[in-house]
C-alpha cells in the first residue's frame, strides 16, 4: 500500500493527538504538594510572626532540640516556669505535607518535651509557636532524620 501525503498528515496528526492526551492525563495524576495550603491568611498575619521571632530572640536562653534515639528533645529555657508554657510544635516536612506531625506543648518538670519521631525520615523544620506569661513566641528551627 502506497501512502500518500494526505494519509500521513492524518497519521501524525493522530499521534500528536495521542501524546498530547497522555499527557494531560499524568499531568492530572500528578501529586503537588503546596507549601501552606491557607497561605494566604498566613500571609497577612505575617508582621505578627516577625514580632514573635524578636520575642524569642530576646530571650537569654533559646530553645534547642536534639534527636535523641528516636527521641525529639525540645529544650526550653530553664528560666521560665515550665506550667506556664503553653503552644503547639509543628514538624514541617519540607518535600511531602502529608508526612508533617503535630503536637501540643506538654513540658516536664525541666522545661523539657519530649516527641516520638517512630517512622519519620527527611528534612523538617521544627516550628514552635508558644505563649509564655500572655507574650507569644515563634522559633523555627531545621532537623535532619536519617
Not at 525520615?121 to 531545621?142: A, F, H, N, Q
Request: aromatic share 10%; hydrophobic share 45%.
Amino acid at each position: 500500500m502506497k501512502w500518500n501525503w494526505g494519509t500521513k498528515l492524518v497519521v501524525w496528526m493522530a499521534a500528536f493527538m495521542t501524546m498530547l492526551v497522555i499527557f494531560a492525563v499524568l499531568m492530572i495524576n500528578e501529586e503537588i504538594s503546596l507549601v501552606e495550603v491557607d497561605y494566604y491568611p498566613k500571609g497577612q498575619t505575617h508582621q505578627e510572626l516577625i514580632e514573635k521571632k524578636q520575642n524569642a530572640k530576646s530571650l537569654t536562653d533559646q530553645i534547642t532540640v536534639v534527636n535523641n534515639k528516636g527521641v525529639l528533645e525540645i529544650q526550653f529555657p530553664l528560666d521560665l516556669d515550665p506550667e506556664l508554657i503553653s503552644g503547639n510544635v509543628h514538624l514541617y516536612h519540607v518535600m511531602d505535607d502529608k508526612l508533617d506531625k503535630y503536637a501540643e506543648i506538654r513540658v516536664n518538670e525541666t522545661s523539657m518535651m519530649m516527641l516520638d519521631l517512630v517512622g519519620l525520615s527527611g528534612r523538617y523544620l521544627v516550628k514552635i509557636d508558644w505563649k509564655y506569661l500572655e507574650i507569644d513566641y515563634y522559633t523555627e528551627l531545621k532537623l535532619n532524620l536519617p
